[in-house]
């Protein structure tokens, strides 16, 4: 899977989940790097929007600012992700295709378990008309 990346702050934590991405074997696109998060959830959410990515992952210190930044980009559906059961609901019931993390409270190990749980899940089929109304509004 090829995966648009991008944090405001380069950490311990970003860099070691961009490390077990690339030993996934997921293609990383390194879109945003130190930035402001404006320009960070824009970045990322125009590469998955555009095709050139399949999903996107993006940190601030909340997680709260990129996701906004990355909403504002129309095809980008940004979900701010604490845990891994919010990032498959996120997948699973509203197609998010771009997971955004917050650096304040997050270690590598839930950071991981969030990710991974975010690429491994499946939209459900039944909430395919839900999502396209929620986009044309």
Not at 19 to 34: C, F, S
Not at 107 to 126: G, H, K, M
Request: hydrophobic residues 50%; contains cysteine.
């Amino acid at each position: 899977m090829r995966i648009a990346f991008g944090t405001d702050e380069e950490t311990d934590v970003t860099r070691a989940v961009r490390a077990a991405l690339v030993a996934d074997g997921h293609a990383v696109l390194d879109e945003a790097a130190g930035e402001a998060w404006p320009e960070v959830g824009q970045s990322v959410a125009r590469a998955v929007a555009g095709g050139r990515a399949d999903r996107g992952v993006v940190w601030c210190w909340t997680g709260t600012g990129v996701a906004l930044a990355a909403n504002k980009v129309a095809g980008a559906r940004a979900a701010v992700c604490t845990d891994a059961e919010t990032a498959r609901g996120a997948r699973r019931w509203n197609d998010a295709n771009v997971c955004a993390l917050g650096l304040r409270l997050t270690t590598a190990a839930v950071a991981r378990e969030i990710v991974d749980a975010f690429l491994a899940t499946a939209t459900d089929p039944s909430e395919a008309e839900t999502v396209a109304r929620a986009e044309s509004r």
